[in-house]
Each structure stands twice: as structure tokens, then as C-alpha cells.
């Protein structure tokens, strides 16, 4: 066997094998998901094992996004306006889009805007609903387009529908359908004036319009 300086190879290998041992370990820097966590009750075996499994952790993790919305709404109360736009432009891992939808998605949960048995479960799906007006979203419930496996992209897709110019017609009703399409152009106008001077109170910076035509 060969040895270095009067040691073996193989107790030179075990040397350095029990100093590492005594090193600290160096952790990642993303931390590791840990299995207990998110482990479902049983560990799935069949098609609906796993499709009852996925299910529930997706439900959950949009309970959580709800849940982040309300601390967001309490920090935003609690702190100076200062701290808060500095905890939300750079110190989350998330945008401040982001942090503006969940918000609006606990503040309809927490208003009661939608019936608890077609709540989605989805921030964004949730956050895209509170954009509808109150007659939109009455039609959307009835239409069955708000339930709670609803795509942000059916909800875009209905308002944008709803929200189309009517139109005009010919001969006599011409200036009657004119009348209608401006006072939905009007409504229409107002409302995202409101939401406008929401979002700029929410956001609480002065916005020149005129640099952004």
C-alpha cells in the first residue's frame, strides 16, 4: 500500500474525510422545500389520489396568496407610507402588481363580493372580478362565467364583450342607439376614473399623463 510521508493512503483519506465533517456546511441559498410541509395525508397511488392531492395544495397555496393580500392591507395600514412603498418595490419576492392584485383579491373575500361556493381560489381570477362593475358581475354569475375554476382569461374575455360598443342602427332607432352607445362610453368613462384616482391614492405618487401619450 502507498503511503505519503509514513502515512497510508488510506488513513490520509480517512484524516481528510473526518475534517470535513468538522467544517460548517454551507447552505444554499434558496431554501429547501421541506417534505413534511406539503405532504398530503396519504401518499397517493391512483389517478384521483393524485388529482385530489394537486387539488388541495393548489387551493391552499391560493388560501395563502389571500392571506398575504391581508398582511400587505395591515402593513400598508401600520407602516408610513415611505416604509411600505419600500417594502413592496424591493424587499418581497414579488412585484408590486402583484401585491396591488392580492390585495384587492382579500378585500373581496373579506367584503363577501362573491357567494363562498363560487369564490375562486386564484388571486389574479379574483383581482380581474373586482375590475367587473356590479351589473357585469351579477350577469357574469348568472352566465355561470364566475365560479371557482374560472381562468383570469374568461373573465377578461366577458368584460371585454360586455363592454363592446353597441352597433348603430339604421333609420329611425339610429340616434336612439347613438344615445345608448354614448351613455355606455359615458359609465364606462367614469368608472375607470374612479378606479384611476384609486389606484393613485393606492399608489400615492402624482402621474403626468401627458408623458405617457
Do not use: C, W
Amino acid at each position: 500500500m502507498s503511503k505519503i510521508r509514513g502515512v497510508s493512503a488510506a488513513d490520509f483519506k480517512r484524516s481528510l474525510q473526518s475534517g470535513a465533517g468538522a467544517l460548517p456546511s454551507l447552505k444554499s441559498q434558496t431554501p429547501a422545500i421541506e417534505p413534511e410541509v406539503i405532504a398530503p395525508s396519504r401518499e397517493p397511488v391512483s389517478l384521483d389520489d393524485y388529482v385530489d392531492t394537486i387539488t388541495t395544495l393548489f387551493h391552499e397555496a391560493g388560501q395563502r396568496f389571500i392571506a398575504i393580500g391581508e398582511y400587505l392591507l395591515r402593513a400598508k395600514a401600520a407602516l408610513g407610507h415611505g416604509d411600505f412603498e419600500a417594502m413592496i418595490n424591493g424587499r418581497l419576492p414579488f412585484a408590486p402588481r402583484a401585491a396591488q392584485m392580492m390585495m384587492a383579491a382579500y378585500r373581496a373575500v373579506r367584503d363577501n363580493l362573491l357567494p363562498a361556493d363560487v369564490t375562486p381560489t386564484s388571486y389574479t381570477v379574483l383581482y380581474e372580478i373586482t375590475t367587473l362593475t356590479d351589473d357585469e358581475r351579477r350577469q357574469a354569475l348568472d352566465e355561470g362565467i364566475i365560479r371557482k375554476e374560472a381562468r383570469r382569461a374568461e373573465i377578461r374575455a366577458f368584460k371585454a364583450l360586455s363592454r363592446r360598443p353597441a352597433l348603430p342602427l339604421q333609420g329611425d332607432t339610429d340616434q336612439a342607439a347613438k344615445r345608448e352607445t354614448l351613455k355606455r362610453l359615458l359609465a364606462e368613462r367614469a368608472r375607470l376614473e374612479e378606479q384611476i384616482a384609486a389606484l393613485k391614492a393606492e399608489v400615492g405618487e402624482d402621474i403626468d399623463e401627458d408623458a405617457l401619450s
